[in-house]
């Protein structure tokens, strides 16, 4: 018996052994038979579909890739309860391992049943084993893809509901300290108290700002940018006042050269100085300088700030652009809880730099210093 007749039989069997695998999860143990099957049942008829179907190379090659829409419509319909099932299957509570464990239970299920009832096999069989194959690989592809979509959707989602929930509050017990510090007397400590307030009230405000950035950046999305007319001098000597203004005890030192404007997002770039001198002083040494440092190159502008202190290590420096990467490193996690970071500091540079066009780099020895290098072309890129 053809594989794909013998399935068409014996649908009932295999969806009663699907339906155990599934309840002997963890996310499967309470569900109801209807809910374990699922889209079960439309996966397997659309998987008999598309192996009766006939395909060229190039189609064979896609249906393996998962790309139902260069097949035909079998691996559409395959495609699209593969891809509701993945959906289903975030809803029901199931994680990604438990997902591709029923995908390897379904298989395994189907081939050990058909090998019962036909123990020989033929030339035939070895094409219907190739097309099942291809058909569940694919089948596991789009409810791989659908589940995982959903889930950073909602990741994103929920970071922008709360950082926009957040910020209300956080606004009042701002202005509520700005009223409070008008009216205060010469009491040191209420004006202690207040300025903890607005000290800890920008830090909690800069946090979700960052994490607003990080949710509004999927993978392969680009950072929004909104270009007009910045003069990149007056910002960075803005950001740098502001800073030597909060760190007092330290020094700070800016210096600029040439021609320095372009058509860039003011607000973006004022974020990447600030997370760039904020990653200085945070993690180089307290005693030596932070320099800030921007110039003109022909159709560029080069902007960098450099600290003293400990070298980052070789291993790490690969990977110091990539998100939460600071919270990997347990020696650091004191540094970070007195900064207020959460480690996305970097990656929002690198955001940032890269929808501009430009590159950012990162140096760091014993001799010279660490120094983060970001080079920006002066006009949005054909």
Known sequence: MRLADFILGNIEPILTEWEAFARSLKSGATMTKLALRDHARGILLATVEDMQTGQNPAQQANNTKGDG?????????????????????VGSGFDIVEVVAEYRSLRASVLRLWHKHHPQLDINDIDDL?????????????????????????????LAILGHDLRDPLNRISMAAQLASRSANEDPGSAKALSMIKTNTETITRLISDLIDFASTGLGSAMPLTRGPVDLEKLCCDVFEGFCFSYPQRTLRFHSDGD??????????????SNLMRNALQHGSPEGPVDLSVASEESTVVLSVCNEGPPIPSERLGKIFDPLMRNAVPEESAARQASGSIGLGLYIVREIVVAHGGTVEVTSTTQAGTTFTVRLPRSQPD
């Open 260 to 273: 320095l404007a372009g058509d860039w997002d003011a607000a973006r770039l004022q974020q990447v100085v």
């Open 130 to 158: 190739i097309r099942f194959n291809e058909s569940i690989d694919q089948s596991l592809a789009v409810a791989v893809g659908s589940y995982t979509n959903l889930v950073e959707q909602s990741r994103r989602l929920f």
């Open 69 to 89: 829409d260069a097949v035909g419509e079998e691996s559409d319909r395959l495609d699209h309860a593969s891809a509701l099932h993945g959906v289903q299957r």
